[in-house]
T-cell receptor
Framework: DARVTQTPRHKVTEMGQEVTMRCQPILGHNTVFWYRQTMMQGLELLAYFRNRAPLDDSGMPKDRFSAEMPDATLATLKIQPSEPRDSAVYFC????????????FGPGTRLLVL | QKEVEQNSGPLSVPEGAIASLNCTYSDRVSQSFFWYRQYSGKSPELIMSIYSNGDKEDGRFTAQLNKASQYVSLLIRDSQPSDSATYLCAVNLGDAGNMLTFGGGTRLMVKP
């Protein structure tokens, strides 16, 4: 049963600390997305990669957020320093360009910054 | 103006009724349309995708697309309490590769 995995599932941290979230896309998928979901803003695209190259990160605050794909099986999203307004659920999704645009979502990382 | 619009609801229907969820989008060249269901505290899961004008049926679900009017809808027949969730409309706007723009979602409540 292929699925996107994310770690950690929950994270509570204090303002100013670094937060790293990890995502393992579905094997064979070449496109990875990072989303943030809040009650007020809904689901927002932060960044996405194709074949490990960043294609769009316009939705991401550049001063504190960074996203990378060290290899095809791992995507990371870092926040440094974290702020209370970063509290949200962060979803990773993957897709295969060439087999339609269907995105499959991971279970999410629920982040609370105190 | 948001690019993908949905009524936030809640939309309340009795069990066994048809639930009708609507979505409008701004970009005339959009080609791909998706409906995701999200239960509280869970991640979005794909229900339907539709690419051509008309209806597409899958079990109790029917997606309807009208590109001329720029709307896409989801009908749920014989609604069940387990259908109670937030339904997200997603559109591949223009030539955006795999990128999807999501609406704010419509919360559906099916009452026994």
């Amino acid at each position: 049963d292929a699925r996107v995995t994310q770690t950690p599932r929950h994270k509570v941290t204090e303002m100013g600390q670094e937060v790293t979230m990890r995502c393992q896309p579905i094997l064979g998928h070449n496109t990875v997305f990072w989303y943030r979901q809040t009650m007020m803003q809904g689901l927002e695209l932060l960044a996405y990669f194709r074949n490990r190259a960043p294609l769009d990160d316009s939705g991401m605050p550049k001063d504190r957020f960074s996203a990378e794909m060290p290899d095809a099986t791992l995507a990371t999203l870092k926040i440094q320093p974290s702020e209370p307004r970063d509290s949200a659920v962060y979803f990773c999704a993957s897709a295969h360009r060439g087999r339609g645009e269907t995105q499959y979502f991971g279970p999410g990382t629920r982040l609370l910054v105190l | 103006q948001k690019e993908v619009e949905q009524n936030s609801g809640p939309l309340s229907v009795p069990e066994g009724a048809i639930a009708s969820l609507n979505c409008t989008y701004s970009d005339r060249v959009s080609q791909s349309f998706f409906w995701y269901r999200q239960y509280s505290g869970k991640s979005p899961e794909l229900i339907m995708s539709i690419y051509s004008n008309g209806d597409k049926e899958d079990g109790r679900f029917t997606a309807q697309l009208n590109k001329a009017s720029q709307y896409v809808s989801l009908l749920i027949r014989d609604s069940q309490p387990s259908d109670s969730a937030t339904y997200l409309c997603a559109v591949n706007l223009g030539d955006a590769g795999n990128m999807l723009t999501f609406g704010g979602g419509t919360r559906l409540m099916v009452k026994p």
